[in-house]
Structures are given as C-alpha cells and as structure tokens.
C-alpha cells in the first residue's frame, strides 16, 4: 500500500524506520508547506515523490492511504482535505482540536465512504489485550482504582507552548492518560476533577485528574511537559496491584500480592517499534472496504476529545480558532 505523509516532524522520524520494514507498505510520498523542506524529507527518508503543498499530495491518485503527521491544530482542515479526495487517513493525536471538529470529520468521512482513524498507537498495541486479560483474570483481585501518568520535559518546543496550534500537556500527552484510563475501566464516567498549572503563554503545563466512575471506581492521571515521569500505570485489587511500565508503549507487566511479592511478570512480544500496529490495522481494513478501525473506532476519538473539551471548559482554557 502506498503511502503518504503530510509533514515532516519529529513523529515522521519515528513512524518512517518502522514503515519501512513494512513488507506490504511503500513510502511513496511526503509533503511539507515548502517544496524545499519535502525535497530534504523525500530524500532523508527515502519517499518516491515530493510535494510542496498537502493538497498536491492529497490529489495524487497513487496515495492510498494518508498519515497526517502535524500539529493538532490543523488534523480537522487537513482530514477534511484528504476526505474530499478519498483517501483514507491515520491521524495522528490528538485527532482534532474539539469533540465538535471530530464529529464534523465522523459525518464527512461517512459521507464520503472513506476510512478515517485515529494513530493513538497504545490502543493497538498486543499489550493492550494482555493487560486487560490479566485485570479480567483476577489476579488482583476487584481494582479500585487506576493510576497513571506521563510527563516529559518538553516545554521547549513551540508547538507545545503556542495556543494558537493547541498546545498544552493535555491534548499531547493528556490523552494518553486518558486513552489508558478507558481503554481499561470504560466510559461510564460520573463526574471529573481536575487541577491546572498554566504556561505563560496560557496552555496547560502540569494537571491532576481524577475520573470517578459510576461503579465507585477511580482513575487518577497526572501530564505534564516539564520533567521526565516514570511513565507508570497502577492498577490497585484487593489481592495486590498490577504495574504497567509506560502507559505510552508498555514494555511490561508486573503483578505483585499484598506483601509486594512479584507473583508474575508478563513481558511485551518483541516488536519493531511499536508504530507498526497502527499502520498493519488500518492497511487491513482499508484492504477490506472497511471505513473504521476496530481498536480506535471514531466514537471512542469523539468521546475522549468529549473528556478533553469538559476538562478545558472547567479551566477555561479556549485555544484562539474556538473563539470565533
């Protein structure tokens, strides 16, 4: 399958190595705002065709799936772009700046019959389906409550900074505390809590979130873009408690009794980087006819940029486009 990829950030560093030992893909294009950035890219990493503008890429009958690869901000025009010409597209997180911007793309792509799904890579990964075995198993027993979080110190970069392109730790890094609290305790989510420490250009640089759920549950997050955190998810049972080693690619899972003794350790199947299972996902489905994905289906992107959207209407945090 030929693919092409709109912008060329540091994800498109991380994504190409893996495309590439890909046996059934083929980095066939790349586009950037400027015909000399893409030229670089093109030949960096090895892509057949250039394109100085995303609509160029978008109308190019070769592409049969697109990866948007750019900040949040331009995921919902740059989705609609490549709806408009039929191209199926993995966005990358988060998908779009709003639940309504998400709902519009829902409604366009079932229009136009064209795949559309979200890259969080966690949700497809073979890790998501061990972790949520071993809870259904109940080797710890009924869990109570869920901890997770996910911090790097990256308040460096402009893209995190800047509200007009919908920076802040929580549409970053926040989702996927997030994709991890519903992936395993669900949506039925009563009431949210939440506390904020804003940047000086007025994005979210720390926050502490509490999800309660309507079972009595409780999933406790914490994002933030100023120091490295352990990256650790925390499942607490009745018979001990249950250890994820980075809710962002989970590299194992370690199973303790209530004296902390380690009862069982499961690691994560060897992998390429983990980016591989996004892309063989949805290949798989575009090659079925299918118009969603299974592990990140368009309700499951609508209802955590819902979360996201709640959570920032109590700080009152309005990124510039929303307000007009």
Known sequence: MKIGILGTGGIVKATVPTLKRLENAECYAIASRTMERAR?????????????????????????????????SCHYEEMKLCIRHKKPVLCEKA???????????????????????????????????LIQELLDGGIIGKVSVLTANLSYPISGKQRILAPELAGGALLDVGVYGLNFAVMHFGGEIERIESSV?????????????????????????????????????????????????????????????????????VEVPEQISGYEYEF??????????????????????????????????DWGLVYPQEKV
């Open 40 to 72: 670089q890219a093109a030949e960096e990493y090895g892509f057949a065709k250039a394109y100085g503008s995303y609509e160029e890429l978008a109308a190019d009958p070769e592409v049969e799936l697109v990866y948007i690869a750019t900040p949040h």
């Open 95 to 129: 998908f779009t700046m709003n639940s309504g911007q998400a709902k519009e793309i829902r409604e366009l792509a079932a229009e136009a019959g064209v795949f559309i799904a979200e890259a969080i890579w966690t949700r497809y990964m073979p890790s998501r389906k």
């Open 197 to 265: 420490q804003f940047t000086d250009t007025g994005v979210d640089g720390m926050e502490s979130i509490t999800l309660f759920y309507k079972d009595g549950r409780m999933a406790v997050l914490t994002h933030g873009i100023y120091g490295r955190s352990d990256r650790k998810g925390i499942f607490y049972g009745e018979k001990g408690y249950m250890v994820v080693e980075n809710i962002n690619n989970p590299q194992s899972i370690s199973v303790f009794d209530t004296d902390d003794n380690l009862v069982q350790r």
């Open 280 to 313: 063989l996902e949805c290949m798989e489905r575009i090659g079925k006819g299918e118009t969603e994905s299974s592990s990140m289906p368009l309700e499951d992107s609508i209802f955590v940029m819902g979360l996201m959207d709640s959570i920032r209407k």
